[in-house]
């Protein structure tokens, strides 16, 4: 180079064949409208585009389901079993079919494709489902099916499980879980969707941070209620029902829980600290020795940091009267709650009836799972082969432990499992990660390309199973 000359810039990569075929695949399975189904048994129209999207997969991977022992627990689950050459400590990997809906008028929620035509555009592909969670699930069986062309045979067994209902609490992966209790099955390691590689997610940080869940949060949802005697809307009382819990509602978002930095987020925050700008350098440095200061920053950051050291109750449901002049004889919102690792639905709930202090707001749970046990990190066999993975396919990644701030299937792994994490190996910038459930869900084919180089390079690693599976049986 001449001095006194610019460098031209690199020009863009080329997606690898991998990336493009993987592309292709989620593009065509976004097309097939999986949306999770209402409680209860499956309607015809349901189970037919579910038992469609089964046969997609089985076209799509033709090697994985030759290879696999099939089983459907629940609603549209898919269970598989690819032997090893040892049935003790398996590996169990996790993904969900299953998306949320999209509105009708789709367009003016402000979605610039099609949600659901799988659009290849811009080096990305467009629709829901991308990102949660039939991008994850994609790359795990490109990854898989490319090893069994290449000659490839597990170690040990490797379980693959596919939600059908995910989003409305996995009732299939309760199933499939049961199943795999009643026979002795104790997965030695679990993957399901949780984490990223994130971009723009910590202050300072330049370098993508790939965040593993080592545990995630509780969950509960809350009705509050509140009764009276109703009317004509022409003599209103001084107090009405919806005044009454509006206030109630008023008085939660005045009264946040009480913030504390859990273990894992000490290890995130120091794991992060080498890399973020010098006078926050020295602060997370220092972490676990600054928690009281780090609670009192944290929830000032965004929401993200925020809800990482609270519990946190989003106000999701409103509903009164069933008319425009007739005055509500009951009143009811629902409150979703998720609970901080070290905390518990019941301390949830008594704070927020101290925080309303009205007897007339009742509180009734009506589903409540505890947060999930922390999984090994640091030294742990596991987490060194999920890291060796990341340093694989995102050198530049900085990999930390997170408690995850949504729920997954995972959590109702965790009696039967000593090790689960969640973590999806995708590149995801912070638009990409808020269109999550939103408008405008897309995942670069690069990270596509990425996420196969990921799970190949976990499948193969020392850990989880050698290429040549006589160097280990650990």
Known sequence: MRLGKRASAAPPLEPSP????????????????????????????????????????????????????????GRAGLLLRVPGQFAERPVLLMAHQDVVPVPADWAAEGWEHPPFDGVISGGRVHGRGTLDDKGAMVVALEALESLLTDGWSPLRD??????????????????????????GVEPWMVLDEGGAVATEAFPTLRRPMAVIGASEKGLMTLRLTVESLGGHASTPPRESAPG??????????????????????????????????????????????????????MPRLGPELAAMVRT????????????QNVLATRATAVINVRVAVGSSCDEA???????????RVAIDVVEAS???????????ARWRALGAAIGESYPDAVTVPYIMLAASDARHVARISPAVYRFSPLAMDKA???????????VEISALGAGVTFYRALLTGDALGPSDPARSRD
Do not use: C, W
């Not at 993987?22 to 999770?36: D, F, G, N, Q």
């Not at 930095?261 to 000490?266: A, F, G």
């Not at 946190?312 to 008319?323: D, H, R, V």
């Not at 046990?373 to 640091?378: K, N």
């Open 370 to 380: 505890e947060p999930s046990p922390v999984s090994p990190t640091g030294d742990d």
């Open 432 to 442: 990409q990660r808020e269109a999550i459930h939103g408008p405008n869900e897309n």
């Open 244 to 297: 009454i819990l509006a206030r109630a509602l008023v008085a939660i978002e005045d009264h946040p829980f009480p913030a504390a930095v859990h273990d894992v987020s000490i290890e995130m925050l120091e794991g992060v600290a080498p890399h973020v700008a010098r006078p926050m350098r020295g602060l997370l440095k220092r972490a676990g020795r600054r928690r009281a200061v780090l609670a009192r920053i």
């Open 349 to 359: 709930v008594e704070h927020l009836r101290g925080a309303i202090d009205d007897p």
């Open 18 to 73: 991998q990336a493009l075929a993987a592309a292709e695949h989620l593009a065509h399975l976004v097309r097939i409208p999986t949306v999770t189904p209402p409680p209860g048994p499956l309607s015809e129209a349901d189970q037919a585009l579910f038992t469609v999207y089964r046969e997609e997969l089985e076209r799509l991977y033709p090697r994985v389901f030759a290879a696999a022992e099939v089983e459907t627990p």
């Open 312 to 323: 946190t109750a989003a106000i999701t449901q409103l509903e009164g009267s069933p008319a």
């Open 158 to 183: 490797l379980y693959l499980f596919f939600g059908g209902d995910e989003e409305s609490h996995g009732a299939a992966a309760v199933e499939a879980v049961s199943l795999l209790e009643e026979r």
